[in-house]
């Protein structure tokens, strides 16, 4: 690939833009971090005008079309997304574009990419959960990237939500019932551990309100189907009162 020499290049500087011929290498803190959702294994999400920014490209969006153009050829719906902020996600891998190459590299677990005038990397970053239960909010970041952020209810007096470090799964369900609670509906259901579980529900107010679960919205953007699709078995979920110093961190970087 023509790019793949100026990797050196790019690592002797990576504070700076290189040139090499008409090449633009991407600084290794420009890497863009993609986005994978369980439902679509094997594909790798940008944002479009992210990607279209960093490598050069030149994106159009049709509003009567509802459509975007990438170099002047239409997106499929088939290989886009939306993250929960309503901005649209491309599957990277699956663009067929001439002008774009795109090739993984197994040394830097990443996607190389390739615009003939721009070069730059697609890292593909661990999901991560927060759920603050003082706040009742639950965060869903992929690397340093919120791929969403939602009100929730979780234990009320009496029924406390466990604190605690945990990993979605094994279970997830698409709809389940409860076996304890008169078979009340849990559809989304992802497991935290035992009968715990983050799942939809149809009562979500402002405050603790469930008997352990974490509850979520199936309404609007409907963030419990949208989180079931996102995390993958294994992503660690943290479950304490406030945010980490993590979460602070990206808080006070996001304002700077």
């Known amino acids: 690939m023509k790019g793949l020499g100026l990797i050196a290049i790019a690592a002797l500087a990576p504070f700076a833009y290189c040139q090499k011929g008409p090449t633009v290498v991407m600084p290794s803190e420009g890497d863009i971090e993609g986005v994978t959702f369980d439902s679509a294994r094997g594909a790798v999400y940008v944002p479009i005008l992210e990607f279209s920014d960093a490598f050069g490209l030149d994106a159009h969006y049709d509003s009567k079309g509802k459509q975007y153009t990438l170099e002047g050829v239409k997106i499929a719906s088939k290989i886009t997304k939306v993250l929960f ?43 991560w959960v927060e759920v603050n239960l003082t706040a009742q909010r639950l965060r ?3 690397g340093n990237r919120l791929v969403m952020e939602t009100k929730v209810s979780t234990g009320k007096r009496g029924y406390s939500t466990p604190t605690g470090e945990y990993t979605a799964g094994p279970e997830k369900s698409r709809y389940r019932t409860s076996a304890k609670y008169e078979n009340a509906p849990m559809p989304f259901s992802v497991q935290l551990r035992g009968g715990y579980f983050i799942h939809g529900s149809s009562s979500v107010p402002n405050y603790p309100a469930s008997h352990g679960c974490v509850r979520m919205p199936l309404t609007g953007m409907n963030a419990a189907r949208y989180f079931y699709e996102w995390v993958g078995v294994g992503a660690p979920i943290t479950l304490r009162y406030g945010w980490s110093e993590r979460v602070a961190a990206l808080d006070s970087a996001a304002k700077n």
């Open 85 to 127: 902020d309503g901005s649209i996600l491309v599957d990277i891998k699956s663009l067929d574009i001439p002008k774009i190459h795109v090739q993984w590299d197994e040394e830097s677990n990443s996607y190389q990419i390739d615009t003939e005038t721009h070069f730059g990397i697609v890292t593909v970053p661990e999901q």
């Open 140 to 142: 869903a970041y992929q």
